[in-house]
């Protein structure tokens, strides 16, 4: 609740963007067939999302005040 908040855009943005890398890990790991061709795909996106979303996190947490 302390992120909806307003001046806290930032911590929104990465909280978004990690449920976008869980949502894609799960549709990854449940959907997709072992062998399909967006699988790898679906890999590299899931980890880009988590660490950008970490970034965003820290950073709005840091410059929140």
Do not use: C, K
């Not at 307003?6 to 949502?23: C, E, R």
């Not at 890990?25 to 970490?54: C, D, K, N, P, T």
């Amino acid at each position: 609740l302390a992120s909806l908040t307003p001046g806290q855009h930032w911590i929104i943005i990465g909280a978004m963007l990690f449920m976008a890398s869980d949502t894609i890990l799960g549709f990854e790991r449940f959907v997709m067939s072992s062998i399909g061709q967006g699988r790898w795909a679906a890999s590299i996106a899931v980890w880009v999302f988590y660490y950008v979303a970490q970034l965003i996190l820290t950073l709005g947490v840091i410059f929140a005040g």
